[in-house]
């Protein structure tokens, strides 16, 4: 049994109130200036003012003073393709001279390339890859995230993906399992993408829930990847086999995404750069979480997602680096909090509340993670700073200081 006392911090957290966050409340998160952190076995035992936490300190207990520096939770990334090999350096300075994202894709580029290195790489090399992108968002401040699937696109390399998310889990990282078979039509169906629908749905899907390889599905919603029909087929049969449901809805053009993700009541939407009014509107009204990505939408150089009026709307906003090879080469939370100030226009407290607490809820974790609550894991970061904000105004910088996972530091300075 350890007992670790976490003494003088200026604490920022959201609270939680059992569903994600939405509107004004968004701009609500509790903090104290001197603050202090009672740790039991990983798992926060009181958190608050010090002098009252001190009440709570009856035997002894390891003490570390944090000199006054801001404390907020472990960051939650819901949205990640960081199982991959291979970067596409390439690909970025094609797109500097002006090729769009998805005529690379259509020329069998971008995604499909990625799908090449994947698919002739070794379970282990694989998992080394992996784990570098998971070590790299942890020293960031990642301390729970969802990896997908996605560039196996047949039932063997797809499972083999989901073994190595599989075998990260908890080291020390959560990790949620994404299935995301159809992030693109592969080669060998061009001719045929109804043949590769009905793969996706009538095998990977069945044999991936059956496996408990992944907690969700998510869909590529997109112009010339899989339409609004498809991504419906293919959703619902995972919800018939138990599976979460998220859809890339919007990103390029206004296909009806997020006016799907309302209709089927999806867990989360993703993207939602081009999405009409109505859609947004409908999600509203369905309480659909839309998980934001503006380091994505940054580095294809394209306007952000609407998230003002998202949040003016009533939509539950999360955030997240979408880490991947293709888009957005991204593990740092930190640098997506910072564009969602500075690009996006949230407060200092919605942009916390959107990359911790609601993005908890993106992949079900909220109950353990997402906040510095009695009860949840202590998952925590201590930044250089008084505020969070520094993040947004100590620019090219990281600001994060040290990294505890389950009360246990694993990063420091670097
Ligand atoms: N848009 C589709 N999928 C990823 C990119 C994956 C890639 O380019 O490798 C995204 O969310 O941005
Ligand atoms: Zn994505």
């Known amino acids: ?86 970067t596409r350096e390439r690909e970025f300075i094609l797109r500097l001279q002006g090729a769009s994202y998805l005529e690379i894709l259509k020329m069998g580029g971008g995604i499909l390339s990625t799908v090449d290195k994947v698919r002739s790489a070794s379970y282990d090399e694989l998992y080394t890859s992996t784990e570098e992108v998971v070590n790299r968002a942890l020293k960031n401040g990642t301390t729970s995230m969802e990896i997908k ?67 969700y599905c998510d869909v590529f919603c997109e112009e010339s990847v899989f339409s609004v029909d498809d991504a419906r087929r293919i959703l619902l049969a995972a919800r018939k086999c138990g599976l979460g449901l998220k859809i890339h809805a919007d990103e390029v053009y206004d296909l009806g995404g997020a006016k799907l993700a309302a209709e089927l009541k999806v867990d989360s939407a993703e993207h939602l750069l081009a999405a009409s009014e109505e859609g947004l509107k409908a999600m509203a009204e369905s309480g659909v979480l839309a998980v934001l990505l503006p380091a994505t939408a940054f580095s294809l150089r394209k306007s952000y997602a609407p998230a003002r009026k998202m949040i003016e709307m009533g939509v539950p906003v999360a955030l997240a680096t979408d880490c991947n090879p293709g888009s957005c080469y991204c593990e740092s939370m930190e640098m997506v909090f910072r564009l969602a100030i500075l690009g996006m226009g949230l407060s200092m407290e919605e942009s916390l509340v959107a990359s911790t607490l609601n993005a908890a809820y993106a992949i079900g974790m909220a109950t353990h993670v997402g906040s510095l609550e009695r009860g949840k894991k202590a998952d925590f970061v201590v930044l250089e700073g008084e505020t969070p904000g520094i993040m947004a105004y100590h620019l090219g910088w990281r600001n994060i200081k040290e990294v505890y996972k389950m009360g246990q530091r694993f990063s420091s300075e670097v």
Do not use: W
Request: charged share 25%.
């Open 1 to 86: 049994m350890t007992l670790k006392l976490f003494r003088n911090a200026r604490i920022y957290t959201p609270l939680d109130k059992g569903r994600p966050l939405r509107g004004s409340e968004m701009n609500q998160i509790y903090s104290e200036e001197k603050g202090a952190i009672l740790i039991r076995d990983g798992y926060i035992e009181s958190i608050g003012q010090e002098l009252e936490v001190l009440k709570y300190v009856t035997e002894d207990a390891l003490e570390i003073d944090l000199g006054g520096r801001c404390v907020i939770p472990g960051f939650v990334d819901p949205h990640t393709h960081a199982c991959f090999v291979g």
């Open 149 to 215: 699937s996605g560039y196996g696109l047949s039932l063997d390399h797809e499972v083999k993906m989901l073994e190595v998310i599989d075998a990260l889990k908890g080291k020390p990282v959560d990790i949620i399992a994404t299935f995301m078979g159809a992030h693109a039509v592969p080669r060998e169906y061009k001719e045929n993408p109804k043949a590769y629908v009905d793969l996706v749905v009538e095998e990977m899907i069945p044999h991936i829930a059956a496996k408990g390889l992944a907690k």
